[in-house]
């Protein structure tokens, strides 16, 4: 099954949503439970011009997202985007997170010269720890007691990918 990478769409949030609400997704981001198609319509419609939203499609179903953020607006970090992604729980492993990472890089290199893009990914997820080292990034450091997850502390990987010369 071919996977087709498109720029988000406003009417694309009812399957962002549910990308986002599945169980993995809501374990490896910082997402809250129950997220309402409001809130993700607006989400989708507040877009700055800025950032790019990525939806992964299979068989007309939206199965995983990725967005690249200015990672800050202060010039002197205008070179620097983050990045956040999410596949849906049954095509996890079905190279939807490649598809997407390998799109958002070819943006990123080739269209909008961003030199850095940084991520956050907790210690224990391992799949996308090894997806993002596929695509060049490092881990910088490690944040102790990151994030609040399922009851507990987590701790969370910082990495980057500079772009190469």
């Keep these: 099954m071919t996977v087709l990478i498109r720029h988000a769409e406003p009417d ?5 949503r549910d990308v986002m609400n599945q169980p993995l997704a809501m374990a490896g981001t910082l997402q809250l439970p129950f997220p ?3 809130m993700w319509k607006q989400r989708i419609a507040e877009t700055k011009d800025t950032d790019k939203r990525l939806v992964a499609v299979m068989d007309g179903r939206i199965v995983g997202n990725l967005g690249l953020h200015l990672a800050a607006w202060q010039h002197r970090r205008r070179h620097a985007y983050g990045v956040g992604m999410a596949v849906h729980d049954d095509f996890a492993r079905r ?3 490649t598809a997407l990472m390998a799109a958002a890089i070819d943006l990123a ?3 909008m010269q961003i030199q850095r893009l940084e991520l956050t990914v907790y210690v224990d997820n391992a799949p996308a720890i090894a997806l993002y080292r596929k695509f060049g990034f490092e881990i910088e450091g490690t944040h102790q007691r990151y994030a609040f997850r399922s009851g507990a502390f987590t701790d969370s990987h910082t990495m980057a990918r500079i772009r190469p010369l």
Excluded: I
């Design 12 to 16: 694309d949030y009812e399957g962002m």
């Design 95 to 97: 190279g939807v997170g």
């Design 36 to 38: 309402s198609l409001e």
């Design 109 to 111: 290199d080739n269209w």
